[in-house]
């Protein structure tokens, strides 16, 4: 079993920066890859950006350039550094283990005024 736990979600006004964490406990060895989603009012769930075990790292183009994902793994934990924020990029924002199982944490709200 693995425990997904995401913070850092909140309101930020347009033009700044915001950033997410996800914590992971429980069996986390056997991870091949983890991944940030999102999912927006009235859209379907998107991947952002995931990152492997070795720190190989894809975007969706949407996000290149204002986006960046990271992980510290002695801290067992993903996070994800979000620049020039817009009104588009407001979503509930979802880490997600890939294989041999996926896991998903609760979800973490973030909100761009303008």
């Known amino acids: 079993q693995v425990q997904l736990v995401e913070y850092g979600g909140g309101l930020v006004q347009a033009g700044g920066s915001l950033r997410l964490s996800c914590v992971a406990s429980?069996?986390?060895?056997?991870?091949?890859?983890m991944s940030w989603y999102r999912q927006a009012p009235g859209k379907e769930r998107e991947l952002v950006a995931s990152?492997?075990?070795?720190?190989?790292?894809n975007y969706t183009d949407s996000v290149k350039g204002r986006l960046a994902i990271s992980r510290d793994n002695a801290k067992k934990t993903m996070y994800l550094q979000m620049n020039s924020l817009n009104a588009e990029d407001t979503a509930v924002y979802y880490c997600?283990?890939?294989?041999?199982?996926?896991?998903w944490g609760q979800g973490t709200q973030v909100t761009v005024s303008s």
């Open positions: 997600n283990t890939i294989g041999p199982s996926n896991y």
């Open positions: 429980g069996s986390i060895l056997s991870i091949a890859a």
């Open positions: 990152i492997n075990r070795v720190g190989s790292t």
